[in-house]
């Protein structure tokens, strides 16, 4: 944690600054020259192949499931073993289709922006995601990484223990509930992905709506006729147990699977948020995310998007060029760059939603995990 925070206090300066002082701050355009121009170019072989690997791999597990039929008796010693085991691998292999989506939406599957768009929606509505809207918010996301006021994601809800004191019972309910629930953090990841699909004008700038709305009443409807249509037609040919075997409980572990990934990547227990007049674009993409690392097979099917750095320094860099993007960034700003081995240690905060505390005099917050929830 004294490293990172060194990170922030001494290489960069608050926006405060004069200019003359502010020459010296690093900024993200020379960052970004540490990576290759190669590495920003989309590979056609490399993207389709991901996708038709993706594809190959749901359809063995679709295969794999409909071989198990669960009875009674003796088999379920080995049924029931086999079922979970296949909705666990299906569901992170859901998660890299879900990432050749989240390549889509930065418009670096393909060269050409039809075809992102495209596959986009082919990969994001099977799992309940309105491209349009999803891209837009993610946008957002990446714009104001960190910035107190502008996060659109679960981090928008994190409060100082004074700033909870002063919610009044009415006020600010689901961030109430956050932190009054175990797991809270997952409780804010739904209900964000919610609103995504239900109330995404509340997410944007009301001249942002006026611009994109018909776009995103469009992606809406799209994502809600694959999904009647994907639970509609197992229904009618498997029943309520096939919606839950072939894709509710696999779609269900990919969710929350990408749920620990998107709070791990910016919020360990060395996250830092930042007011406006000290945040600038490197402290948010660089000094306040983190690459954190799984076994080899995760990071396979996951389509690599575990190497967030590299991602949030240039959203633009394919998914199979992000490691060694990371590698580059790592030899040139070795002070800036935070890589950590996922663990337990990645988890035990989760159970209850830590408060943020204000750093005096140094312009950030860290999360304040110490005992005493309300």
């Known amino acids: 944690m004294e490293a990172l925070r060194k990170a922030v206090e001494t290489p960069l300066l608050p926006r405060t600054v004069d200019e003359e002082t502010r020459r010296e ?23 389709w192949g991901a996708l038709l690997r993706i594809l190959g791999c749901m359809a063995l597990c679709l295969y ?31 998660v890299g289709l879900f990432v050749i989506g989240h390549d889509c939406g930065h418009r670096s599957f393909a060269t050409r922006k039809w075809v992102n768009t495209l596959v986009g929606y082919f990969c994001m ?35 100082t223990r004074e700033e909870f004191a002063g919610l009044t019972s009415k006020e600010g309910f689901i961030t109430r509930l956050g932190y009054l ?60 147990w096939g919606m839950l075997k072939y894709h509710g409980i696999p779609a269900l572990v990919a969710t929350l699977t990408g749920w620990l990934i998107i709070a ?27 690459d954190v690392r799984f076994p080899a097979l995760l990071e396979y099917l996951w389509c690599a998007i575990n190497f967030h750095i590299p991602h949030h320094v240039a959203a633009g860099i394919p998914w199979y060029h992000l490691k060694e993007a990371g590698r580059c960034l790592r030899q040139a700003y070795p002070g800036f760059y935070q890589e950590q081995k996922f663990g337990l240690a990645h988890l035990r905060w989760f159970y209850r939603t830590p408060f943020l505390k204000k750093e005096a005099d140094k312009g950030y917050y860290v999360l304040d995990i110490s005992p005493g929830h309300p």
């Open 64 to 94: 794999g499931l409909s071989l198990v039929q669960p009875g009674s008796g003796a088999a379920l010693w080995w049924q029931v073993p086999v079922l979970v085991a296949l909705w666990v691998f299906y569901g992170w292999v859901l």
């Open 125 to 159: 509505s099977p799992l309940a995601n309105s491209f349009h809207s999803w891209r837009l918010t993610h946008d957002h996301h990446h714009a104001y990484t960190q910035l107190r006021g502008q996060e659109v994601d679960w981090a928008a809800h994190l409060l």
């Open 181 to 240: 629930l175990p797991f809270g953090i997952v409780l804010w990841i739904a209900w964000n992905t919610l609103r995504r699909g239900i109330a995404i004008r509340t997410m944007l700038s009301a001249r942002q709506w006026d611009r994109e709305k018909r776009r995103l009443l469009l992606s809406n409807f799209l994502a809600g006729i694959c999904m009647l249509s994907i639970y509609g037609g197992l229904w009618y040919f498997c029943g309520f």
């Open 264 to 290: 791990i990547q910016h919020a360990g227990e060395d996250g830092i948020l930042y007011e406006e007049s000290d945040w600038t674009p490197v402290r948010g993409q660089l000094v306040s995310t983190f």
């Open 25 to 47: 701050e690093i900024g993200l355009a020379q960052i970004r020259r540490a990576i290759p121009a190669a590495y920003f170019e989309p590979d056609a072989r490399r993207s």
